[in-house]
């Protein structure tokens, strides 16, 4: 998945003639599991950027989702693109995706 995501992001972007977009994976753990983002920014830009927090929609870490990413990123910011349900689970469709990012590791948040 994480090649094929990749792949499909890159050739996305490609058609964007307004920077050197690059799209890094980034694994992280938060309680002890695995969770997969990315981290989107114009590779040319050398100085630095003001960071954005990307939450996706209902499906999650997706090509579309990096795109829009790449679009705000531009070369004025870094984006990271927040993985809400971990590594390898991905929605099948939109209503899956709604009934797992109320709670996706099994807890409110908080506790709650």
Same mark, same amino acid.
């Given at each position: 998945?994480k090649? /094929?995501l /990749?792949t499909? *992001?890159?050739?996305g972007? #490609?058609?964007?003639?307004q920077?050197?977009i /690059?799209v890094?994976t980034?694994?992280?753990?938060?309680?002890?599991?695995p969770?997969?983002?990315?981290? *989107?920014?114009?590779?040319? *830009?050398t /100085?630095?950027?003001?960071g954005v927090?990307? *939450?996706?929609?209902?499906?999650?870490?997706?090509? #579309? #989702?990096a795109?829009?990413?790449?679009?705000v990123?531009?070369s004025?910011?870094?984006?990271?693109?927040?993985?809400m349900?971990?590594?390898?689970?991905r929605?099948?469709?939109?209503g899956?995706?709604?009934?797992?990012t109320a709670?996706?590791?099994?807890?409110?948040?908080?506790?709650?």
């Open positions: 998945m090649r /094929t /990749t499909l *992001v890159l050739s972007l #490609a058609g964007m003639a920077a050197d /690059t890094q980034v694994l992280y753990e938060i309680d002890g599991q969770y997969e983002g990315l981290l *989107v920014f114009d590779e040319a *830009v /100085t630095p950027r003001p927090l990307m *939450v996706p929609n209902w499906m999650g870490v997706t090509e #579309a #989702a795109e829009k990413a790449a679009k990123a531009g004025e910011y870094v984006v990271f693109v927040a993985d349900y971990g590594r390898d689970i929605p099948q469709n939109a899956a995706g709604a009934g797992r709670c996706p590791t099994g807890g409110g948040p908080a506790g709650y």
